[in-house]
C-alpha cells in the first residue's frame, strides 16, 4: 500500500497560518498618517501695534527663513523617523522563523537513511505587552511632533535674539556717528577761537581728543557690527538686508495690555519645552511599565515536520516554549523605573526655569515702558544742555571742558535710553513669541 506524500513546507505554511495569523493581525494595527509639517504652514494674523511691524522682519520672511534652518530640518526629519518607530513598535519584536535540517540515520549493522526536518515559529505577544507598546508608539509620535515644534520655537528665539543684538548695534552706531559729527564741528569751533587769539591751544588739543575718542568708539561699533551682521547674513540671509532701514527709525513702545501673570499664565498654558518634557516623562513611565511586563517572557509557538528513516515515518507536531525570566529582567525593570524617576524630576526643573523666564521677560515688557521714559526724559535734557554748552562755548561764555563732559553726559544718557526701548521692544516681542502670538512653528494649533 502507497503512503500519500506529504509536502512539508506547504503543510508548515497552512498550520501555521492558522494558528498565528490573528495574532499577526493584532501585532500591526494602522497608525495614524504621518503629515509633513512643510505642507500644514498657517498664516498667523499679527495681534501687536503697528509700532512693533516697524521693528521685526517681515513675518513670512521669518517664517520661510526658519524652515530652512538646520536644526529645524533635523527635527522636521526626526518627526518621520518618530513615525517609523512607532510603526515599529507596533508591528513588535517578534519575525517568523524558518528552520531546516538534514541528517543521517545509519543501522548497526543495516541500511543508511536521510532524513529531513522542517519548522517554523514566531513568538506571540502576549496582550498587554501588545497594549503597552501601542502606548508607546502613540507617545513616540507625540515626542517627535513636540521636539519638532520645540526646536523651532527655540530657532525663533535664536533668530530674534541675533535680530535684536544687530539692531542694537547698528543704532549705537547710528548715535556715535553723530556724535563724531559734533566731534568735528567741536573742534573747528576751537580752531576757529584758536585763530582769533580767543582761545588757547590746549583747547584745541582738548577737542582734538575729544574727536578721535568719538572716531574710535564709533570705529568699534561698527567692527562689532559687521560682525553680527556677517553672523546675520551666514544664518539668516533673508531678513539681514532689512537690518539698516528698522534702525534707522525705531518707534516708542506701547505698554501691553494685561498684567504679567496674565502673560506668564498664557506662556505657561501652551509651552512647547514644558510639553515635550511632560512627555518625555511619559514615555519613561511607559518605558517603565514595558520592561514590568517584559518579566515575563513571551512564548513561542512553532510547528514541524520530519521525514525519518528514509521516508518511511513522518512526523507532525507543535510545540511551544516559554522564557524564564530572571535577574537580568528585574534589573531592566529597576534601571527604567529610576529613569522614570528621573524624568518626572526634570519636569518640574523644566517648569521652574520657564516660569522664572517668562516672569522676567513679562515684566519687562509690560512694566518697562515707564523706565523707558524717564531715560528719554532725561535725555531729551542732557541733550539741550549740552547744546547749549557747545553754544557757550563758542560764545566764550563756557570752558571747553565743561562743554565736552555736558556732551558725554548726554550720548551717554541716549545710549541708555536707546538700550531700554530696544530691551522694551525685544522683550515684547519675545513675550508674543513665547505666546504663540506670532513665528509659530507649521501645524501649531491645528
Sequence with gaps: MTRPHISPPRLLVLALWTALNLQAWADTPPGPAHTDPAATLERVALPWADRLHKVLPPEER???MLLRQPTVQVARANVDAAAGRQARLNAGPHEWTFKAGLQQRREMPGPRYRETELAVERGLR???????DQALGRNEAEVGMLNFEDTWHESARALLKAWFDALREARTLQTLREQVALAEQQRSVAQRRLQAGEAARLE???ADADMGRAQAAAQQSGTRLRALQADLL?????????????????PAPAGLADTAQHWVERVLADNHELELAEAQARHAELVARRAGLDRQGDPVLGVRASRERGGQEQVLGVYVSVPWGGAGRRADEQTALAQAEMARQKVDEVRQRVSSEAWRVAINAVEGESSWQALQTAWQGMDQSARLAGRAYSLGELPLGEALQARR?????RLNADAARLDILESQSRLLLDAHQMWTPPGHGG
Design 62 to 64: 521669518v517664517r520661510a
Design 126 to 132: 502576549l496582550p498587554a505587552k501588545l497594549d503597552a
Design 204 to 206: 584745541l588739543l582738548q
Design 234 to 250: 551666514l544664518r539668516y540671509p533673508d531678513v539681514q538686508p532689512l537690518l539698516t532701514a528698522v534702525s534707522e527709525d525705531l
Design 409 to 413: 553726559l548726554a550720548l551717554e544718557a
